[in-house]
């Protein structure tokens, strides 16, 4: 089979060059904006007047019958063909004759890919968006509904301060929410249509890019064609996100693995959302939080993979830009099935409440409120932090936890403890008194839960405004 771009070439090519050139085996995921994209293209050569009515006429039926053809599963893609765009443009002209040879006036690959990888991102960022903000319910549920389950807070995996389940739950939010953010602008430098730049210089034809624009619901029109062929910008922004909306779900599954631990044994993951093991009868593993935390360096590695072909490339198209692809796919494979998984094995999941709450009420999390119930008395915080030092470390010599001294074991430390002291240091009232803003106090909470619900409102709107225009 004779290549498109025969015309100055003597032999085929080789199959090694044929197998290491190839794109189709991966762009082939491409066909649906390639064939819209082409549909737009003909249509504006019609209307400038650059190709004839008929001719236009048949390029679009025919691409609507490759279109069909291939969503039926009877398009044969060809490596001979390089990619998808050869591929498809190679069967319509098979189909219709001379006038397929005239819809790539005005048109290079370079530009056509750039089209094609723009707008697949648009319906990713449409698509990711709504899987995003499904998880995002999912934990603002969750928050909803244990503003008051108490539960230990951790710093450097060591007990803490006593928290709500809640304000862990809201703290995963607003990492997430985030990730929207930046999933916002990954749309806005998706948004931008590069068609038109043609190979690297624009065209002598009287092309009209804004008209293209328009058809494919692109808000602007790329500025300078050379930028327009080589800015692979939004897909690196895109593997940014990515990899940063990864690390939290990797944070996320990690909690998931250390709370559904024996040691733990604040939640039980559901049957349909565990492993077992070949070997051990006894084993209920959280495989899916697990990969959940692996998946996480692939993502990277796409991103690296990126930064590393962008990195000193020259002006303007070189086939190294074909490595977009691969990584980029992977990514957004990985992403759709991590958030749908995670988001249901968080719905699935048991609390066990009990176990949270004794091991808050087992444990020394409270000694910061006993000094700044000191604070209160008027000691001063330096001096208050060595007293409940001393204090704790008693404690732990007689085998008692705070709240089970007597008040003369408190006063032997300082002699500004009273009765009220037991009060304070039971866990939902540390909680309960926690008045600054951001904290896990029950009301704060619930009205961070308030305010994040009108938040998602508001970025379902974005969402199908996303959904109207990709
Ligand atoms: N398959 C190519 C890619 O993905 C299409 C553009 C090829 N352009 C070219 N001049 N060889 O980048």
Redesign the pocket.
């Known amino acids: 089979m004779p290549k498109l771009w025969g015309g100055r070439f003597t032999k085929e090519t080789s199959e090694w060059v044929d197998a290491y050139n190839a794109?189709i085996s991966y762009?082939k995921r491409l066909y649906r904006e390639d064939i819209r994209g082409s549909i737009a293209h003909a249509t504006m050569l019609v209307r400038q007047g650059i190709i004839t009515k008929e001719d236009g006429k048949k390029i679009v039926a025919g691409l609507k019958e490759i279109l069909q053809k291939i969503e039926d599963g009877k398009f044969e893609f060809s490596q001979k063909l390089?990619?998808i765009?050869m591929n498809i443009e190679a069967r319509l002209t098979e189909m219709i004759g001379a006038a397929g040879g005239r819809l790539h006036s005005a048109r290079?690959?370079?530009d056509?890919?750039a089209l094609d990888m723009h707008m697949y991102m648009k319906r990713v960022v449409a698509e990711l968006g709504e899987l995003l903000i499904f998880l995002e319910e999912e934990i603002l549920d969750l928050a909803a509904k244990n503003c008051d389950t108490i539960m230990p807070g951790y710093t450097h995996l060591q007990r803490a301060q006593p928290i709500t389940f809640a304000h862990n739950m809201l703290a995963y939010f607003n990492m997430f929410k985030r990730d929207f953010e930046r999933l916002q602008g990954v749309w806005q430098r998706a948004d931008i249509m590069p068609l038109g730049a043609c190979?690297i210089a624009g065209s002598t034809l009287p092309i009209d890019r804004q008209f293209v624009a328009k058809e494919l619901n692109f808000s602007d029109i790329y500025s300078n064609s050379m930028d327009a062929i080589s800015d692979r910008d939004y897909i690196l922004e895109f593997l940014s996100f990515a990899s940063i909306l990864m690390m939290h779900v990797s944070r996320m599954a990690e909690e998931i693995c250390l709370w559904n631990s024996t040691e733990f044994g604040f939640i039980e993951l559901d049957d349909a959302y565990a492993t077992g093991s070949s070997m051990m009868p006894q084993k209920k593993n959280p495989d899916i939080a697990e990969l959940a935390r692996g998946k996480t360096g692939r993502v990277y590695g796409a991103l690296m993979q990126m930064l590393t072909v962008l990195k000193g490339l020259p002006l303007a198209?070189n086939?190294d830009?074909?490595e977009?692809?691969e990584g980029f796919f992977d990514v957004v494979d990985t992403l759709q099935l991590t958030l749908t998984v995670l988001k249901n094995m968080l719905a699935t999941m048991t609390l066990k409440k009990d176990r949270m709450k004794e091991a808050v009420c087992h444990d020394f999390s409270n000694a910061t409120d006993l000094a700044e119930y000191l604070v209160k008395k008027g000691v001063p915080f330096r001096k208050a932090h060595e007293i409940v030092g001393k204090t704790v470390a008693y404690a732990i010599e007689q085998g008692k936890y705070l709240g089970e001294l007597t008040l003369d074991e408190f006063r032997n430390y300082a002699a500004e403890v009273e009765k009220d002291v037991y009060e304070v240091l039971k866990p939902e009232n540390c909680v309960a008194s926690r008045i600054s803003f951001g904290s896990p106090k029950v009301e704060f909470n619930r009205s961070q839960c308030d305010t994040n619900k009108q938040l998602i409102v508001k970025q379902k709107e974005f969402l199908s405004f996303w959904q109207n225009n990709m």
Do not use: F
Request: glycine share 0%.
């Open positions: 794109s762009d390089e990619d765009h290079s690959r370079n056509q890919v190979a198209y086939k830009l074909q977009d692809k």
